[in-house]
């Protein structure tokens, strides 16, 4: 049995993405560092524990790890959320450790895409930190519209239908775009993959982008996965 560590800063609700994407022999284990949404210097914490998180993790088999949480990684910067895994990766053995978001830009690059349209339960300050954070990770976006989310109350009233409403109007006004990022915490698998079909782009959802940096890492086979990311990696293995 493989498995991969995740880090998720705050409660998970289940049922969840990540188990519809995980492979026979392949094992994920969570830990959470109980942010509490919307609330002053929680990343902060989150920050200051995520070393813990990562000791526990490792301690347990994992052999890579994905931070989760997007505005955690966008408010600290691509450069610095780099390094700050770079550092713990170094002091426990060379375990692989990534920021979901950074995790998403490669499968970005995977898929082909060079504008993508990001999509996000976020508002307008964190956006343009993800917009950031993507820049400075070598990507180019087409734009980025959010829901406007800024606590848990506000998060967990959203459903999916939302984000594919959204995401469907953005594409009309962003017609430069060549792929789709949608960033929740909610399940969004089915619509990314709905999306695929009816807009003819790829679309990389945050948990479908996590599960297939692991599996890479890992090493294990992901072809029976679905969307146009296993896809490709598939078509890359067979070449």
């Given at each position: 049995m493989k498995k991969f560590g995740c880090v998720s800063p705050s409660v998970i609700g289940l049922p969840w993405d990540?188990?519809?994407?995980?492979p026979e022999g392949i094992q994920a284990n969570v830990v959470t560092l109980n942010v509490r949404n919307g609330r002053p210097g929680e990343h902060e914490r989150a920050l200051g524990a995520m070393r813990g998180a990562t000791d526990v993790l490792i301690d347990e088999g994992a052999e890579a790890i994905i931070v989760q949480g997007v505005p955690v990684a966008a408010r600290r910067g691509f450069a610095a959320t780099r390094g700050d895994h770079d550092d713990l990766t170094a002091d426990r053995g060379a375990v692989p450790i990534i920021s979901s978001l950074g995790a998403s830009m490669l499968a970005l690059r995977a898929v082909g895409a060079k504008r993508p349209l990001l999509i996000?339960?976020?508002?307008?300050?964190v956006n343009a930190q993800i917009v950031a954070f993507c820049r400075d990770a070598g990507m180019t976006v087409a734009g980025a519209v959010g829901l406007g989310a800024t606590n848990a109350k506000e998060v967990n009233a959203l459903t999916a239908a939302d984000y594919e409403r959204l995401a469907t109007r953005a594409l009309e006004t962003h017609r430069d775009a060549d792929?789709?990022?949608?960033?929740?915490?909610?399940?969004?698998?089915d619509i990314a993959m709905g999306l695929e079909i009816?807009?003819?782009?790829?679309?990389?959802?945050?948990?479908?982008?996590?599960?297939?940096?692991?599996?890479?890492?890992l090493g294990a086979e992901h072809a029976s996965l679905p969307g146009r990311l296993f896809a490709a990696k598939a078509k890359q293995d067979k070449n």
């Open positions: 990540l188990h519809r994407l995980l996000t339960q976020y508002d307008a300050d792929g789709v990022f949608l960033s929740a915490r909610g399940n969004l698998l009816s807009k003819s782009l790829p679309v990389i959802e945050q948990v479908q982008a996590t599960v297939w940096w692991a599996l890479t890492r």
